[in-house]
T-cell receptor, first 115, second 114 residues
């Protein structure tokens, strides 16, 4: 299967700790976007990576950072975790120049619980 | 700025009846519009999209959506609901200008009752 793979599926962290979430995009895709979905809410855009650079950023603090590797996979890092960071984190991959035609493919997400 | 409104938190419909999940949007230019479905503890699954062309878009699992530019709406419809359609539905929009991110509505929970 060449879909989007996210790891881990579930994670429990303590306030103040740091966490790294990982995403492998769909085969052939070159762009990765990260979303935060709090309970009962729609996904909120965190940032987007293309060519190993952050291209777009939503309204999230600097505690949220990311990285994209040469193989297009990506990491989301969150420092100094707060209880409010508990959410489902979704990764979406796309082909930058063909996003409109081919859309976004989402992974199953990482459920982060901060205690 | 782009935005999406899904005015109904919950929609209940009897199995076999038609269903509609409402969505209105706001963008600066022309919109690219999407519908996604989410089952419990799962990611988002693509249903359909509107880019240009016919206002009636047909998608997966018998769903369709009608683009109405004058009303800035993109309602999701299905002629005959199934119990298995029960899930959380998200409408999303992005502006066709530049590489703008996909913006989601808050979601509508659809419950199909047997």
């Amino acid at each position: 299967d060449a879909g989007v793979t996210q790891s881990p599926t579930h994670l429990i962290k303590t306030r103040g700790q740091q966490v790294t979430l990982r995403c492998s995009p769909k085969s052939g895709h070159d762009t990765v976007s990260w979303y935060q979905q709090a309970l009962g809410q729609g996904p909120q855009f965190i940032f987007q990576y293309y060519e190993e650079e952050e291209r777009q950023r939503g309204n999230f603090p600097d505690r949220f950072s990311g990285h994209q590797f040469p193989n297009y996979s990506s990491e989301l890092n969150v420092n100094a975790l707060l209880l409010g960071d508990s959410a489902l984190y979704l990764c979406a991959s796309s082909l930058l120049l063909r996003t409109a035609n081919y859309g976004y493919t989402f992974g199953s997400g990482t459920r982060l619980t901060v205690v | 700025a782009q935005s999406v409104a899904q005015p109904e938190d919950q929609v209940n419909v009897a199995e076999g009846n038609p269903l509609t999940v409402k969505c209105t949007y706001s963008v600066s230019g022309n919109p690219y519009l999407f519908w996604y479905v989410q089952y419990p503890n799962r990611g988002l699954q693509f249903l359909l999209k509107y880019i240009t062309g016919d206002n009636l878009v047909k998608g997966s699992y018998g769903f369709e959506a009608e683009f109405n530019k004058s009303q800035t709406s993109f309602h999701l419809k299905k002629p005959s609901a199934l119990v298995s359609d029960s899930a959380l539905y998200f409408c999303a929009v992005r502006d066709w200008i530049g590489n703008t991110p996909l913006v989601f509505g808050k979601g509508t929970r659809l419950s199909v009752i047997a």
